[in-house]
């Protein structure tokens, strides 16, 4: 943007004029676009790279020999620093510029992708997924913050329908994309894809996206939190796949580590001068009731979306192409009805679509009992993932505008994403658990009946989930007055740190 990029240095020297002068771009200047579309392309070189990986997983995994624990790993590994650190990342952005903190993280994830595609072994795959997952981080928050932060206030709105627009056809491009690399040049293009469109994200925000930051930004980070939250995670969730062949040592001790660093992080964020997660948010019911019901419906989405994907092309004998595109109703559905449905909670309140949803959505799982040896996928496929896309199409925009309604205005970033890191770390337990559930470890994958056998115990666990989501959400969920959730629908459906994915996913 040249000249017309200003930079807002210092919290103490903001001004009403600065902010102003910062949030002056519209939808209709190529400015405005360029802002756009490098949002985008950040966050749907995300949501690209979490397609594609799911429809890999065989493939990579008999590459690389490894156990159905690396596939477990692969997607964890990322999944795990992703939830743990995206608070933290999107406080960075406010305090060191949203720009900035964008830029470093779309670098950041071109890196680690090129470290994923070069990995020769499954362990340093896991460990370039992680530091992918850092990027993520870093990446995920900035890009709507920055239209949030560049775009008038009448604007603004059309403008994050736009980044959510489109985010959508980059998640229903991506399988098409990740079937063909997988079958065409192999699994690790998967990764490289990446690198030109870092190239490109990094050219475009640096010419014409804007500069900003929060005047009221912390003036310390919680990074003993983030520390905290990351040992936590990441050591419970080593002690539940550890544990899928027999209770060991080094699983059971990574689970009480785990266990003590997640007390800790509670007892950090209590005491913590600025707490990454503030405590005190929580003593709203509405909110803290939609944050349970966000983790155990997403919970099962994650758990759904790992198996479905890899038991299409192991059992069934997809293709990888149509194995990511069997989905592709839900993110279809999902776009055309999800506004219908924010505009219907906005009316009648989010209980009765929060309560239902969830519900047709597990009925929706159930029908996917029936993928098997030889499924078709018009007659066995389509039907339950239609209906599971029904029910997916009413849950996610009531969640999101609860969980912004239920906070004040001045917390709906951090609120959102709160959210956002409630449904990863939903996802993460998932992989996790789901597999010692059904008792799937080792080459289990490679093998059709052991697989089956395990799909349908995992599926079943899916849609039980989901139920009790309905549940849950039917007795704690209250519709709020009217008009405070007219008031929050129209700006805050999506916010500085974004709600849960629009198609959900483990990666």
């Given at each position: 943007?040249?000249s017309?990029?200003?930079?807002?240095?210092?919290r103490?020297?903001?001004?009403?004029?600065?902010?102003?002068a910062?949030a002056?771009?519209?939808?209709s200047?190529?400015?405005?676009?360029?802002?756009?579309?490098?949002?985008?392309?950040?966050?749907?070189m995300?949501?690209?790279?979490?397609?594609?990986?799911?429809?890999?997983?065989?493939?990579?995994?008999?590459?690389?020999?490894a156990?159905f624990?690396?596939?477990?790993?692969?997607?964890?590994?990322?999944?795990?620093?992703?939830a743990?650190?995206?608070l933290?990342?999107?406080?960075?952005?406010?305090?060191?510029?949203?720009?900035?903190?964008?830029v470093?993280?779309?670098l950041?994830?071109?890196?680690?992708?090129?470290?994923?595609?070069?990995?020769?072994s499954?362990?340093?795959?896991?460990?370039?997924?992680?530091?992918?997952?850092?990027?993520?981080?870093?990446?995920?928050?900035?890009?709507?913050?920055?239209?949030?932060?560049?775009?008038v206030?009448?604007?603004?709105?059309?403008?994050?329908?736009?980044?959510?627009?489109?985010g959508?056809v980059a998640?229903?491009?991506?399988?098409?994309?990740?079937?063909?690399?997988?079958?065409?040049?192999?699994?690790?293009?998967?990764?490289?894809i990446n690198?030109?469109l870092?190239?490109?994200?990094?050219?475009?925000?640096?010419r014409?996206?804007?500069e900003?930051r929060?005047?009221?930004?912390?003036?310390?980070?919680?990074?003993?939190?983030?520390?905290?939250?990351?040992?936590?995670?990441g050591g419970v969730t080593y002690?539940?796949?550890?544990?899928?062949?027999?209770?060991?040592?080094?699983s059971?001790?990574?689970?009480?580590?785990?266990?003590?660093?997640?007390?800790?992080?509670?007892?950090?964020?209590?005491?913590?001068a600025?707490?990454?997660?503030?405590?005190?948010?929580?003593?709203?019911?509405?909110?803290?009731?939609a944050n349970?019901?966000t983790f155990?419906?997403?919970?099962?989405?994650?758990?759904?979306?790992f198996?479905?994907?890899?038991?299409?092309?192991?059992?069934?004998g997809?293709?990888?192409?149509?194995?990511g595109?069997?989905?592709l109703?839900v993110?279809?559905?999902?776009?055309?009805l999800?506004?219908?449905?924010?505009?219907?909670?906005?009316?009648?309140?989010?209980?009765?679509?929060?309560?239902?949803?969830?519900?047709?959505?597990?009925?929706?799982?159930?029908?996917?009992?029936?993928?098997?040896?030889?499924?078709?996928?018009?007659?066995?496929?389509?039907?339950?993932?239609?209906?599971?896309?029904?029910?997916?199409?009413?849950?996610?925009a009531?969640l999101?505008?609860?969980?912004?309604?239920?906070?004040?205005?001045?917390?709906?970033?951090i609120?959102?994403?709160?959210?956002?890191?409630?449904?990863?770390?939903?996802?993460?337990?998932?992989?996790?658990?789901?597999?010692?559930?059904?008792?799937?470890?080792?080459?289990?994958?490679?093998?059709?009946?052991?697989?089956?056998?395990?799909?349908?115990?995992?599926?079943?666990?899916?849609?039980?989930?989901?139920?009790?989501?309905?549940?849950?959400?039917?007795?704690?969920?209250?519709?709020?007055?009217?008009?405070?959730a007219?008031?929050?629908?129209?700006?805050?459906?999506?916010?500085?740190?974004?709600?849960?994915?629009?198609?959900?996913?483990?990666?």
């Amino acid at each position: 943007m040249g000249s017309r990029t200003r930079e807002i240095d210092g919290r103490d020297s903001v001004t009403a004029a600065d902010r102003s002068a910062w949030a002056a771009l519209t939808l209709s200047s190529a400015s405005g676009r360029w802002v756009v579309v490098a949002a985008v392309l950040g966050s749907g070189m995300a949501a690209l790279d979490a397609t594609v990986v799911n429809i890999a997983l065989p493939e990579l995994g008999r590459d690389l020999h490894a156990g159905f624990d690396g596939l477990q790993w692969t997607i964890n590994g990322y999944t795990l620093t992703l939830a743990a650190l995206i608070l933290l990342g999107g406080s960075l952005g406010d305090r060191f510029g949203r720009r900035r903190i964008f830029v470093i993280g779309t670098l950041w994830f071109a890196v680690a992708s090129a470290l994923c595609a070069l990995a020769p072994s499954i362990e340093i795959l896991v460990a370039a997924r992680a530091l992918q997952g850092i990027g993520g981080a870093l990446l995920t928050p900035g890009s709507l913050a920055m239209i949030e932060a560049s775009f008038v206030e009448q604007d603004r709105g059309k403008a994050i329908g736009a980044w959510s627009g489109f985010g959508g056809v980059a998640t229903a491009i991506g399988p098409f994309i990740g079937g063909y690399l997988v079958a065409g040049p192999g699994w690790r293009w998967v990764f490289l894809i990446n690198l030109p469109l870092a190239v490109l994200v990094v050219v475009i925000a640096r010419r014409h996206v804007p500069e900003s930051r929060d005047p009221r930004a912390v003036p310390h980070l919680d990074a003993l939190g983030a520390v905290l939250g990351a040992v936590g995670l990441g050591g419970v969730t080593y002690g539940l796949i550890g544990s899928a062949g027999g209770v060991s040592v080094g699983s059971g001790f990574a689970l009480l580590l785990g266990l003590i660093a997640l007390v800790a992080f509670v007892v950090n964020e209590r005491h913590s001068a600025y707490p990454m997660l503030p405590p005190g948010i929580f003593r709203n019911r509405q909110f803290t009731s939609a944050n349970i019901v966000t983790f155990v419906v997403y919970g099962a989405l994650g758990g759904l979306f790992f198996f479905l994907v890899v038991d299409l092309q192991v059992v069934a004998g997809f293709s990888p192409v149509l194995a990511g595109s069997a989905l592709l109703p839900v993110t279809f559905i999902m776009l055309l009805l999800s506004a219908q449905a924010g505009g219907l909670a906005a009316r009648i309140g989010p209980r009765l679509l929060m309560a239902a949803g969830p519900l047709i959505a597990a009925g929706g799982v159930l029908l996917l009992l029936r993928v098997g040896s030889g499924a078709s996928y018009l007659v066995d496929v389509l039907p339950g993932v239609t209906v599971f896309g029904l029910g997916l199409a009413l849950i996610v925009a009531p969640l999101t505008t609860t969980v912004l309604a239920a906070a004040e205005a001045e917390h709906a970033g951090i609120a959102s994403g709160i959210n956002n890191a409630v449904a990863r770390a939903a996802g993460l337990l998932a992989v996790a658990v789901l597999p010692l559930l059904a008792g799937l470890s080792g080459d289990d994958y490679q093998h059709p009946q052991a697989f089956a056998a395990g799909f349908r115990i995992a599926v079943m666990t899916c849609a039980t989930l989901l139920a009790a989501g309905g549940v849950l959400a039917g007795i704690t969920i209250r519709n709020p007055v009217a008009a405070r959730a007219v008031e929050a629908l129209p700006r805050r459906q999506f916010c500085a740190v974004d709600g849960p994915p629009l198609q959900p996913t483990s990666a």
